[in-house]
């Protein structure tokens, strides 16, 4: 039987997605900030005595004294086999890349960041009972706000014109 995954790719997404970002965007569980540490809700007990090591990108829940890397808490608080949550994985990842590669393009040519990019950023993932409406667009809200900022710049334009209308006179 062949592999249906490089371990490149294995060792990218355990390594490269960062296991803090992943528990609050992508899976979107319920955290608590103290003492300056994320405390998440373990997916197999559901205590709050875990803990994360950034500098491993590995988390551990103290009260069942299970260790996990991005595929396994994915997998537990998915409920998803091994090659799904890799597949789910390697689509957060590209999304997550194409977002950067955007912002990071937007930087080099010093053009403000737009509102809709900002707050693509800041909005939770759809959850995953919209994604078989095939009606539903996870892009939909930050296309809306593009569309009122370039509205709103229109509108401004339009009323510096009357400004200076009123002004000249």
């Given at each position: 039987?062949?592999?249906?995954?490089?371990?490149?790719?294995?060792?990218?997404?355990?390594?490269?997605?960062?296991i803090d970002v992943l528990i609050e965007t992508l899976l979107r569980v319920p955290?608590?900030?103290?003492?300056?540490?994320?405390?998440?809700?373990?997916?197999?007990?559901?205590?709050?005595?875990?803990?994360?090591?950034?500098?491993?990108?590995?988390?551990?829940?103290?009260?069942?004294?299970?260790?996990?890397?991005?595929?396994?808490?994915?997998?537990?608080?998915m409920h998803i086999g091994f090659v799904e949550s890799v597949n789910r994985l390697?689509?957060?990842?590209?999304?997550?890349?194409?977002?950067?590669?955007?912002?990071?393009?937007?930087?080099?040519?010093?053009?403000?960041?737009?509102?809709?990019?900002?707050?693509?950023?800041?909005?939770?993932?759809?959850?995953?009972?919209?994604?078989?409406?095939?009606?539903?667009?996870?892009?939909?809200?930050?296309?809306?706000?593009?569309?009122?900022?370039?509205?709103?710049?229109?509108?401004?334009?339009?009323?510096?014109?009357?400004?200076?209308?009123?002004?000249?006179?």
């Open positions: 039987m062949t592999r249906r995954f490089t371990s490149d790719e294995l060792y990218a997404i355990r390594n490269h997605i960062p955290v608590r900030h103290t003492q300056n540490r994320l405390r998440f809700s373990c997916p197999l007990c559901a205590g709050f005595q875990t803990s994360i090591l950034r500098e491993k990108n590995l988390s551990r829940c103290f009260d069942c004294g299970k260790n996990f890397n991005t595929i396994e808490i994915v997998m537990y608080h390697k689509q957060y990842q590209s999304d997550l890349t194409k977002q950067t590669a955007s912002i990071e393009k937007r930087k080099k040519l010093d053009c403000p960041l737009t509102i809709g990019e900002i707050i693509g950023d800041i909005l939770p993932p759809p959850r995953q009972n919209h994604s078989k409406n095939p009606s539903y667009d996870k892009h939909a809200i930050p296309k809306r706000i593009d569309k009122l900022e370039k509205k709103f710049d229109t509108l401004s334009s339009q009323v510096e014109k009357l400004c200076r209308l009123i002004l000249s006179r």
